[in-house]
């Protein structure tokens, strides 16, 4: 159990390599006619694998250097451990930004356009939007948390 819980954080690494991998396959798929579709939509896949795989990465820096626990130790929002504000800034802060492109800086249309690799059906605009409003409100839950939720306890690899 210790050993599942000390490199939990690789087996996410290793979920967004796969889904990165199937979701290039499914672009090349959609976009065998046009070469700008196919290039833009990578560069939309390239940024949604690396929003999903720092915190994986800066969390498994801090279990391999001892400083962290496990992955479950990222839920206690403790600002004295670095690798842990880390995660939370990163999480905040990108859930944040990937909200205000998609709803103010033409993020909605650009995933609707080009995101054949996120989804095997096209997205319509809308819909990325409701997804914008979410990644606001997951931005301000985990501010909230932050604030006034506090450490919890969490299983520690031992």
Do not use: C
């Amino acid at each position: 159990m210790n050993f599942l819980l000390r490199h939990l954080w690789a087996a996410f690494v290793v979920i967004v390599g796969v889904n990165h991998v199937l979701s290039v396959k499914r672009l090349r798929a959609a976009t065998r006619e046009d070469p700008v579709a196919r290039a833009k939509g990578g560069q939309l896949l390239i940024g949604v694998s690396l929003l999903q795989l720092v915190p994986w990465i800066i969390l498994g820096i801090g279990i391999l250097s001892g400083s962290v626990a496990s992955v479950f130790t990222a839920f206690s929002p403790r600002f004295d451990n670095p690798y842990i504000a880390s995660v939370w800034v990163y999480a905040i802060a990108s859930s944040a930004l990937v909200s205000v492109w998609i709803l103010f800086a033409g993020g909605a249309t650009f995933v609707s356009k080009y995101g054949a690799g996120l989804s095997p059906e096209p997205v319509p605009v809308r819909h990325v939007r409701v997804l914008g409003v979410v990644f606001l409100g997951l931005a301000v839950a985990m501010w909230w948390w932050v604030l006034y939720m506090g450490p919890v306890s969490v299983p520690e690899a031992g």
